[in-house]
């Protein structure tokens, strides 16, 4: 699965048992589905490819981001602990409140962690959506890092947290990452970056 096929693009651990292990292929271009409401998650290094993609889904997919938030919330990107806490907050509010309103989500974020697919797959579940995993894990590293730098100075994340993103969760692992499953629920439908291509500078 070449990086260079990479669809346009930044909140918990499973046991081997409960990993996703069919892929299905990705669609060639907005997804629709009638009558079920999709929580959808993107999976990847910031810079992969993320935020431009669920750009492409809007408006019938509303788009619920960190990085958005974390702007709204505190006028800039502070990482903090207790000012990421608030970002935590206000961002399954806003996606519970739109599932329980029957409105398509996607969070565009890294989603690196299993825990926090785990988190995003049982709300999913509860809400009765269908939950969607869109993997931008194949955009190689050095790439990643030369649309970051050509991002503005404001919107950059920098080298040094993205080299540590990468050698935490994808270094030596094989791609795509599995995806957990929760009870109830359905298994994630999982799609690999394949069918269109990629801007030099996605999220």
Known sequence: MPWASASPETGPHSSPNA???????????PITVTGVTRL????????????TFARTLQPSVVRVNR??????LH????????AESQVNTAQRAQVEALLRARVDVCV??????????????RLAAQHGATFEVHDFTDVPLEECLRRD????AEDRVGEEPIRRLHERFLANRPLPLPVPEVTPGRPAAVHPP??????????
Do not use: V
């Not at 006028?75 to 602990?81: I, P, S, V, Y």
């Open 149 to 152: 730098a050509a991002r503005p």
């Open 108 to 121: 565009d974020d890294t989603n690196l962690p299993a825990r926090t697919l785990r988190e995003w797959a």
């Open 19 to 29: 990993l996703l292990s069919t892929r299905i292929p990705a669609p060639a271009g």
């Open 67 to 72: 990085d958005d938030l974390r702007r709204m």
């Open 40 to 51: 959808i998650a993107t999976r990847g290094l910031p810079a992969s490819g993320k935020t």
């Open 75 to 82: 006028g800039a990107r502070l990482f903090t602990q207790w």
């Open 194 to 203: 394949t069918g269109s291509s990629g801007s030099s500078t996605t999220a």
